[in-house]
């Protein structure tokens, strides 16, 4: 039988499991909520629980299973220890000792945006390029680094966290994560939204968002596309932050391409064309003609990723 393994992409309010073969073909995609009760200590279990449901189901042999990967909301070391993961409740947690006990499978953990990344990189809009840098704007931003094939994590579990790159000199509102200036400020679905607001109150400029009852970085988007001044301009503004903060990053890392996902990337080339040209105004030349292309494995993504992490590891 063809060995297969699980990628599991553990969120805040659901877990997605799927069943893939080596090769990279989903054979299944299954969806769970993700029991975040007494500081989250049922959530591996709850995993464990559905995994063997799944090879009972499917009578697989538990033999042919090479691993299960696993991609968490926080920064995780390259052993597998997630640094406190407030969303899930979890203090400093040791994911893969904890899961390979409870399961007896080899396991690999990574941070849930680097994964997104790696599935990216393997099956996604980077399939082509070895290295790649991924940023996913969503309610936050998040970003993942793919080098040669490989996640990054950085010293502290922390790179490619994109999100609060200080970037904005000039912000005067704090970010939740208690620093200004933060990409994810002016950048991210929230920050979109709040930057509208700031330039609807400043302005008299007649605006289809003023008759909004509440604005949405889709909707600010859509105007935008339909020529809407205030709207354009809110889109400019963001598309400026991104932009730079790419060039920063091509500035360090110079990657192959970047890859955009995230709900606000459903902007679609619209938002990737405002990016393009920002990131060339600001980049260093050698670093001009870096594709920046839209992610394409939409929320699958983290499975594909946690899936090709362990399978690095553990397919020989
Ligand atoms: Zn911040």
């Known amino acids: 039988m063809n060995k297969k393994c699980f990628g599991v992409d553990l969120g805040g309010t659901t877990t997605k499991i799927g069943l893939f073969e080596v090769n990279g073909t989903m054979i299944e995609k299954y969806e769970i909520p993700t029991n975040k009760e007494e500081a989250g200590t049922h959530i591996l279990d709850d995993i464990k629980v559905f995994i063997d449901n799944v090879i009972a189901e499917k009578s697989l042999d538990a033999n042919d299973i090479i691993g299960v990967g696993i991609g968490v909301p926080g920064a995780v070391t390259d052993n597998g220890v997630v640094n406190k993961c407030i969303n899930l409740g979890w203090d400093i947690t040791n994911v893969e000792r904890i899961l390979k006990e409870k ?5 690999k953990v990574g941070n849930d945006a680097n994964m997104a990344a790696l599935g990216e990189c393997w099956k996604g809009g980077a399939a082509e390029f070895s290295s790649m ?4 704007i969503g309610t936050g931003i998040g970003g993942g680094l793919i080098i040669d094939g490989k996640p990054i994590n950085g010293y502290n579990g922390a790179a490619a966290e ?4 200080p970037i904005v000199y000039d912000e005067t509102d704090t970010c939740n994560c208690g620093k200004k200036g933060c990409l994810e400020q002016v950048a991210s679905a929230s920050g979109i939204v709040r930057v509208a607001k700031r330039f609807l109150s400043t302005t008299d400029i007649p605006s289809t968002l003023r008759s909004e009852e509440s604005i949405s970085a889709k909707i ?6 339909k020529g809407d001044t205030v709207a354009s301009e809110v889109a400019e503004y963001t598309a400026k932050y991104l932009g730079l903060a790419l060039a920063n990053v091509a500035g360090i890392i110079d990657p192959q391409c970047f890859v955009i996902g995230g709900g606000v990337s459903a902007a679609g080339q619209y938002l990737v064309d405002l990016i393009i040209a920002n990131y060339r105004k600001y980049v260093f030349h050698p670093c001009k003609d870096t594709q920046i292309v839209l992610a394409s494995l939409g929320n699958d993504a983290g499975m594909y990723g946690a899936a090709k992490l362990v399978i690095d590891v553990y397919k020989n």
């Open 103 to 107: 399961t007896n499978f080899n396991i």
């Open 133 to 136: 840098f991924f940023i996913t």
């Open 162 to 165: 994109i999100g609060h790159l």
């Open 220 to 225: 600010v988007f859509n105007e935008a596309k």
